[in-house]
């Protein structure tokens, strides 16, 4: 009787481990979600459902809609469907993964790890910002089956996991808006929030700008709606469309910062309303005789920072600065061949020129009025990046053989005087090849290693640092040689690919796109950018000139060979 008991328990065991995949292949989750709302009653998994595909179908859950991760919450056991607190951080994983089971025995037959296998691209980290990578994401998930004969996940993961597919679908991108004192201006901190429901996202985005800037902007602006301000109570919309921001905290807040606050939240919300915003303070308008705002009503902050239409811009060819307008020398020795220049910069308001003249064995700093002598500073290298105007301070940066950053300041008069930036965050990545200021100066766009990064500017006066440095798309951008600014949230990159040698890069690396590459011939060397103009790229036979990624390249009207063009700042 006891060898037929354990014979017919064993012929159960097996049976319940039997039709179990060994292995899923690889596969693509689709991205479209029928999601539930708020209080929809959420589909349990379907009966007999393999270990392996529990697990691939939870993380397809994750972020269907519903409250408390609900559509997940239910491939969870009942223990961790009550116990389950996962953080707010989300992994974001390319959209082909795979499970395996884990090859290490577990001592009960009905208890299985199943391990899933794809591509982490990023995470969206607790003040929902984008940082990218580019890692192997391994997850190991517990299941175990259940009484009534079903598989349940009872180990389930402290972060959420979901594929980019389902990211894009539910996450729509905002960018919220923080003042830099330094340039007068507010600068975009690109964040993702919940697309739906769309009556809540004004709301998503206020908690956004109270709870302050992202780590990677983290002492580069200012957060004028920090403690003690608070929502006072909810956001939200009347009858006539109106879109009411209740503040609370402002006691004694200046009329010169409440005007700021105000553009800070109007500039802010206009991704997601186009309503009027009545925004109050302790339920008076923040603004004395101004309680409504919209966005056509704001000045235009650092309209001083972009060049001035009037300036075409210029290039070096040849040792020689020349005009893109019409290919002209430009006057002074820059010009007529009085330096070798190697490149150069002009400042954002086109009085000066900051130039890197070869001189015997070295290069050498030269800054001073375009059209005139330009006088030397004490700054020299075997190497020099193409030097980069400091919007809002006049500063002169450029990078000295690789892994000095330059840093020229002048005074009332006109004496230049060399300053160190604290880089190491940065340098410690690799040799630096290009440099370049964002519009808005709070950060700086680098090439190091032929990749690409992004690092926040820090500090005033005598000490700056470049601090939180990001590798925007670390996989697939590569052998990058020049970048610029095509917007203050989004750069352009060229490269030394046949394929696709410009291209289009949030600020976060989170996107990128590919600009049309007909007429291009590689390769690729130059490049430069500026609101409201067109790109301009520099390759083989000359310059190029487009507006949009799917826009065929035109030549440029003064196109030189071996030119490198280079707009105002």
Not at 152 to 167: G, K, M, N, W
Not at 205 to 222: E, R
Not at 360 to 382: A, Y
Not at 413 to 432: E, F, K, S
Request: hydrophobic share 40%.
């Amino acid at each position: 009787m006891k060898q037929l008991l354990v014979s017919l328990l064993c012929f159960v065991l097996l049976a319940g481990c039997a039709n179990v995949p060994l292995e899923s292949q690889p596969v693509v989750v689709p991205g479209e979600r029928q999601g539930q709302g708020p209080g929809d009653v959420v589909p349990e998994p379907a009966q007999g459902i393999d270990p392996l595909t529990l697990v691939r179908d939870f993380v397809g859950a994750t972020l269907k809609p519903g409250q408390n991760n609900a559509a997940a919450r239910a491939y969870l056991d009942d223990a961790s469907q009550a116990s389950w607190r996962p953080s707010r951080s989300l992994t974001i994983i390319q959209d082909t993964f795979g499970t395996v089971y884990d090859t290490d025995p577990q001592p009960d037959p009905n208890t299985l790890v199943v391990n899933v296998r794809g591509i982490d691209v990023g995470t969206l980290d607790q003040n929902s910002a984008f940082v990218p990578d580019y890692s192997s994401a391994l997850l190991q998930v517990k299941v175990r089956k259940q009484a009534n004969g079903q598989w349940r996940i009872v180990d389930p993961p402290a972060d959420l996991y979901a594929t980019e597919s389902d990211f894009s679908a539910n996450y729509t991108a905002v960018a919220v808006s923080f003042y830099s004192e330094s340039a007068a201006t507010f600068v975009p901190d690109r964040r993702y929030v919940l697309a739906k429901p769309q009556s809540g996202l004004p709301s998503r985005v206020m908690d956004l700008l109270v709870t302050g800037p992202s780590t990677a902007l983290a002492g580069a602006v200012k957060n004028l709606l920090g403690e003690p301000v608070e929502i006072d109570t909810n956001v939200k919309s009347l009858d006539d469309g109106t879109l009411v921001v209740p503040l609370t905290g402002l006691a004694g807040v200046p009329d010169d910062t409440r005007k700021l606050i105000a553009a800070q939240i109007v500039l802010s919300l206009q991704y997601v309303t186009s309503a009027r915003i009545r925004i109050l303070a302790d339920g008076a308008p923040l603004v004395a005789n101004h309680p409504d705002w919209r966005l056509s009503e704001l000045p235009s902050y650092g309209a001083a920072l972009s060049p001035s239409l009037e300036l075409k811009g210029l290039m070096t060819v040849g040792g020689r600065v020349r005009s893109l307008d019409d290919g002209a020398p430009v006057p002074g020795p820059a010009g007529n061949g009085g330096y070798e220049v190697v490149n150069a910069a002009q400042s954002i308001d086109g009085k000066r020129l900051a130039v890197v003249a070869r001189e015997g064995g070295q290069v050498r700093l030269r800054i001073g009025d375009l059209g005139h002598e330009l006088p030397l500073v004490n700054l020299s290298g075997t190497t020099m990046s193409r030097p980069t105007w400091r919007p809002g301070t006049g500063e002169v940066w450029t990078v000295v053989d690789q892994y000095s950053v330059g840093r020229m300041v002048v005074n009332p008069n006109g004496q230049w005087t060399a300053l160190q930036v604290n880089a190491t965050d940065l340098t410690q990545q690799g040799g630096i090849t290009e440099l370049r200021f964002s519009r808005d100066g709070a950060r700086v766009a680098a090439v190091v290693g032929g990749q690409l990064w992004v690092a926040s500017v820090v500090g005033s006066g005598d000490s700056v640092s470049l601090r939180e440095p990001r590798h925007l798309q670390p996989h697939d951008l590569q052998e990058v040689v020049d970048v610029d600014w095509v917007a203050q949230d989004s750069l352009v990159a060229v490269t030394t690919s046949n394929s696709q040698p410009v291209l289009r890069v949030t600020v976060d690396g989170q996107r990128m796109d590919a600009f049309n590459s007909s007429n291009l011939t590689p390769k690729v060397h130059g490049v430069t950018a500026a609101p409201g103009r067109q790109i301009v790229v520099a390759d083989a036979s000359g310059l190029w000139t487009a507006s949009a990624l799917g826009e065929v390249w035109r030549p440029q009207a003064h196109t030189m060979k071996d030119a490198d063009p280079f707009y105002p700042g």
